[in-house]
């Protein structure tokens, strides 16, 4: 078994402003944080990864297929691979999500090593 608090992740930037801490990944799955600040937006993207997740801070409005869902704390989403979305945040806060993507994201993987960090992966 691994345990990690939160304070021990690496932290490194997602889109601009946002930044994320990989908590595990595996060959199937990765568990991921997300801080969006205060008003911050996730610009609009896709990527061919399942993605769950649940909101625990904060409260946001997710867009895909233009509708616009909101999503505050203990929300769960599910966005499907390829799936066109984007965040915006509509607190005066920061707030924190937990995701969960399969297979894991490589780029994020790569993202992290290009800061000189090394996330946590089951060997």
Avoid: N
């Amino acid at each position: 078994m691994r345990v990690v608090k939160r304070g021990d992740l690496k932290v490194f930037p997602l889109f601009g402003d946002i930044s994320g801490r990989i908590i595990f990944f595996s060959d199937r799955m990765m568990f991921l944080l997300v801080e969006i600040p205060p008003r911050g937006i996730v610009p609009e993207h896709s990527h061919p990864h399942e993605q769950m997740g649940i909101c625990l801070k904060g409260r946001a409005e997710f867009i895909s297929k233009g509708e616009k869902t909101r999503v505050d704390e203990g929300t769960f989403y599910w966005i499907e691979p390829e799936e066109r979305h984007s965040i915006i945040s509509i607190v005066d806060e920061p707030s924190l999500f937990l995701d969960v993507f399969s297979p894991p994201r490589d780029d994020y993987i790569k993202k992290t090593k290009d800061h000189g960090k090394t996330p946590i992966r089951r060997e």
